[in-house]
């Protein structure tokens, strides 16, 4: 149907009464675009019936109990959403207290959702980080005492079970500024001292039960005051404060020895950060899990110090265990010309003979190298496991132009695994990639050894004859 596009400059020239009619119209039965309607309605009248309208809408949010279902939360998020853009827009830029008091509190209704709704995709975490983020913007123009202002970030912060205020010190720290800071020590260190809430007490009972519950209300107390502190020394440049919030023994813990390390960089401190990393090498010295982090700050303490060899054998080290594309090229730049070229032979000579192959196959579609992966495939095709779909079925994909036999061996592997095991779900994706092997074969001259495309499917019939399923997904591809 012919007609003008809808856009702002053909939708004004409708007329208000128009727009009027059309508005109530959508907005007829929609509870939340309705609120949306009347909140501006009231920007109209000034900041301060906005604000009214907002609080109405809070206070209703905080006294209701029922559970949130996963479509009512994506709801309530959008309206939370849209109150942040609301209160910046309409209330900020003339009243930036008001505006920091009701993202506050908004802020605050995160604990009372969070217990009646499963988060798990961070809707509501989102849309809260969106408020404090809205905080961050309005910082700088609070006319609120430091002082006033530190207290209310304190008791946020370290009530806070959640999350939701742990950026909280460094969105305020432009309104804190120095008298802010120090209240917060001065409150940190008093906190440190006294014993958990009873409310907290009472939300750890429910969670670990009655007899922990005490002191895991107040451990969980004390690492959101050490946060707070880490934080406060942060925007003070204090390392040797960060520092202190950890025992020596902590601070060579993997998850903690590369943000050390990073920040005594930042000081000109390399030899200390290069003894906590290697400290923290040595403790990971056996572990199978892969701490990249760990790992960068090693390279970043070894360059800082200008230990070239020490860090081309560190770039080494990793590419060689953690089979790492990035360490390696890393390394090769390194080296001096030629003997970057004998290190990429050796680089090869490892992957080729690296066990489990999987591995070996995801470092090459990582790196990426196809001429590799085809090498690989065709020197240990009996050790690949079809069951890796993940990997081989783009891997394959990858392969079909330039090096198609590998890429029939693979798609073979996935196709006999789903016959062989019996994997109904998969005889999709082996019907299609069966139809694949067939487009190959025209590229394919010599199978090296391996079963003719022919004499592959008629192993099929005859193996899986009896598998219908398999047989009328083939003819439906």
């Given at each position: 149907m012919a007609g003008k596009a809808l856009n702002k400059a053909n939708l004004m020239a409708l007329g208000t009464e128009t727009l009027a009619e059309l508005l109530l119209e959508t907005?007829?039965?929609?509870a939340a675009r309705q609120r949306r309607v009347r909140l501006v309605l009231a920007a109209g009248q000034g900041v301060e019936a906005v604000a009214v309208d907002v609080r109405k809408r809070f206070a209703t949010i905080r006294k209701a109990r029922s559970y949130i279902s996963r479509k009512k939360q994506r709801t309530l998020a959008k309206e939370l959403s849209e109150l942040t853009e609301l209160?910046?827009?309409r209330i900020a830029e003339s009243a930036p207290d008001?505006?920091?008091?009701?993202?506050?509190?908004?802020?605050h209704l995160a604990r009372g959702i969070l217990e009646r709704t499963d988060d798990a995709w961070s809707a509501i975490g989102d849309v809260m980080h969106q408020a404090m983020e809205a905080v961050a913007r309005l910082s700088a123009k609070l006319t609120?005492?430091?002082e006033d202002l530190a207290e209310d970030v304190f008791d946020a912060v370290v009530g806070d079970v959640f999350g939701t205020f742990e950026h909280a010190v460094r969105a305020t720290s432009d309104a804190l500024g120095a008298s802010g800071m120090a209240r917060l020590k001065t409150l940190a260190r008093e906190a440190a001292e006294a014993p958990a809430p009873e409310a907290e007490i009472a939300l750890y009972a429910v969670l670990t039960g009655a007899s922990r519950s005490e002191a895991r209300a107040k451990a969980a107390r004390q690492r959101r005051i050490h946060l707070l502190l880490q934080d406060l020394a942060d925007l003070e440049g204090d390392v040797d404060a960060w520092l202190a919030q950890y025992t020596p023994q902590q601070l060579t813990a993997e998850t903690v020895a590369p943000a050390a390390a990073d920040r005594l960089l930042q000081a000109g401190r390399a030899e200390e950060a290069l003894a906590?990393?290697?400290?923290?090498?040595e403790r990971r010295e056996g572990s199978t899990r892969d701490r990249l982090d760990l790992d960068e700050s090693h390279f970043a303490c070894l360059e800082a110090l200008g230990r070239k060899d020490d860090l081309i054998a560190a770039l080494w080290e990793r590419f060689e265990t953690r089979l790492c594309p990035a360490a390696l090229q890393r390394h090769l730049k390194l080296l001096p010309d030629f003997e970057d070229i004998e290190a990429e032979d050796r680089a090869r000579a490892h992957i080729l003979g690296y066990h489990p192959i999987q591995s070996a196959l995801l470092y090459c579609q990582r790196a990426p190298d196809l001429s590799l992966a085809a090498q690989l495939v065709l020197a240990r095709y009996d050790e690949i496991d079809g069951e890796a779909y993940e990997l081989?079925?783009?891997?394959a994909d990858d392969l079909s132009a330039h090096h198609p036999l590998a890429a029939v061996l693979l798609w073979r592997a996935m196709i006999d695994f789903a016959l062989r095991r019996g994997r109904t779900g998969r005889y999709g994706h082996a019907a299609r990639h069966l139809m694949a092997c067939t487009t190959a074969d025209m590229s394919i001259e010599d199978y090296a050894g391996h079963p003719s495309h022919y004499a592959y499917v008629e192993g099929l019939r005859r193996n899986y004859g009896r598998k219908a399923a398999f047989w009328e997904r083939l003819d439906t591809e």
């Open positions: 907005v007829k039965g929609d209160i910046e827009k008001l505006a920091f008091d009701l993202l506050w509190e908004q802020l609120k005492t430091p906590l990393v290697e400290a923290a090498l081989l079925s783009p891997l």
